[in-house]
């Protein structure tokens, strides 16, 4: 049903309603109930008016879908950043909080769209370059940066976060990768040698710790590059970066399928 202009569609209370209250009780159906199951007349039930109204508001499922993405990801950046805040520590950060905010809504991740086009992806966009300009880096490079920062949180995310709804569907993540880790096994070592050496940490990895390993190289780099002659920085046990020196010592995190577990605390080559 198109929407049409100057009058709500008969049969509706649009006037009760909001795009932002539809796509509010859209989230909860979709957490509840997944993609498929996210209908226009379950959602008027919920919201007891009658389909036609939700039409007023919003096109059709893609367009309220997409909405709900977006919703989820404006709650990982509610406030915003200080002109004080360091740019590694805010993009860190706020990288983080997208990853937790998609995966606490599987279904968003795939949603989310780059290069971004609904209100809150155009934020994520512009605060990830409002903290590269901070870095020292020519301002010729600020765009190219910025959006390959936004691709990797975004893109990643789903990578890692879109593909355990399908897995869930059937099969829970534990036996998808147990299942997973004997196919590798089976491989031929001298054809496939890092797969075999490395199943064990398939089995056990973190989402969350492997999305942060790819984060923080590419951080690394982007601290190097804005500034050649800067020491590399280090993370303290409670996880705060600091300039050059010793960290202090931590647990091995395991950051994923990788040949062995990487300490987050980093020391500095030259003791």
């Not at 004080?84 to 606490?104: I, K, N, P, Q, T």
């Not at 984060?215 to 804005?226: C, S, V, Y």
């Not at 500034?227 to 993370?235: F, N, S, Y």
Request: overall charge negative; proline content about 6%; hydrophobic content about 40%.
């Amino acid at each position: 049903m198109q929407r049409t202009r100057g009058r709500a569609p008969t049969g509706g209370r649009a006037g009760a309603l909001s795009q932002e209250l539809i796509v509010g009780a859209a989230v909860s159906l979709l957490d509840e109930l997944g993609e498929r199951g996210l209908t226009f007349r379950l959602l008027a039930k919920e919201l007891n008016t009658g389909p036609g109204a939700l039409y007023w508001h919003v096109s059709n499922k893609d367009e309220l879908v997409a909405l709900a993405a977006d919703q989820v990801l404006g709650h990982a950046f509610a406030t915003r950043p200080s002109p004080e805040e360091e740019a590694g520590s805010g993009l860190r950060a706020l990288a983080v909080a997208v990853f937790d905010a998609l995966d606490r809504h599987p279904w968003a991740a795939s949603h989310v769209s780059a290069p971004p086009t609904l209100a809150n992806a155009l934020r994520l966009l512009d605060r990830i370059g409002t903290l590269v300009a901070r870095t020292g880096l020519p301002a010729e490079r600020h765009f190219a940066v910025s959006t390959a920062i936004s691709y990797y949180i975004t893109g990643v995310s789903a990578q890692i976060i879109a593909p355990r709804i399908t897995h869930d569907a059937t099969v829970s993540r534990d036996d998808f990768l147990a299942r997973t880790t004997r196919r590798w096994e089976e491989l031929d070592p001298a054809e496939y040698p890092f797969l075999t050496g490395t199943t064990e940490y398939l089995r056990d990895h973190a989402d969350r710790d492997q999305f942060i390993a790819g984060l923080d190289m590419l951080l690394d780099g982007l601290n190097t590059t804005a500034d050649p002659t800067a020491r590399p920085e280090v993370r303290t046990r409670g996880g705060a970066r600091q300039p050059g020196g010793v960290a202090e010592e931590g647990p091995a995190t395991d950051c994923g399928p990788c040949p062995r577990a990487h300490r987050t605390e980093r020391s500095n080559a030259a003791r």
